[in-house]
């Protein structure tokens, strides 16, 4: 793989989101010091990008139900009314509003939608690059990630310890590896 030396940005037009090689990742606490790990794995969308940075906007569309943690039965319970509710809310999206320029990355605001409910939030957004795939395709490269409080989603379910705290942290950290390719989703 090659990849080319302009890191500034990728050039202007639509990129589709590979879902293929595209991670949406997230953790949380768990029984207060432990963590839990998880990722999305449907998920699709488009990066536009203009002729400056803050002329470009991203739009992302993660299926609810594709949560995986590696356990079955925690995965199970995350798809319930207790926290995604995916049996009434199929989709997680992610709607720029702006992207700005901040040191050596980007910050993206937008607007993210769980269970019906739209909270703004800001992903730190690098661009990582050009690359040609051994197969002669161009991908622009990125990662962005945010931390977010759950309980502002309605995501409030929890259990109190005996030993005091709380089963699940209320902080979620979001970390995105993206892969996109020239052109909308339809075209790939």
Do not use: C
């Amino acid at each position: 793989m090659t990849t080319q030396m302009n890191r500034t940005t990728p050039e202007t037009g639509t990129w589709a989101i590979d879902p293929a090689h595209t991670v949406v990742s997230f953790s949380a606490r768990h029984l207060v010091a432990a963590k839990v790990r998880g990722s999305f794995r449907t998920l699709s969308g488009t990066i536009t990008v203009g002729d400056t940075p803050e002329a470009s906007s991203v739009d992302v569309t993660i299926d609810a139900g594709s949560i995986d943690t590696g356990v079955e039965d925690r995965d199970n319970h995350l798809r319930s009314p207790d926290f995604l509710d995916v049996a009434t809310y199929k989709a997680l999206t992610f709607r720029s509003t702006a992207v700005r320029a901040v040191g050596d990355g980007y910050a993206v605001d937008g607007e993210l939608s769980i269970r019906n409910t739209t909270r703004p939030i800001t992903l730190s957004m690098e661009y990582l690059g050009l690359a040609t795939d051994p197969w002669g395709n161009e991908k622009a490269l990125f990662s962005a990630g945010a931390t977010l409080d759950r309980e502002s989603w309605g995501l409030t379910w929890n259990q109190a310890l005996e030993t005091g705290g709380w089963l699940v942290g209320k902080s979620v950290t979001l970390e995105l590896e993206v892969q996109a390719s020239r052109g909308t989703p339809e075209a790939q």
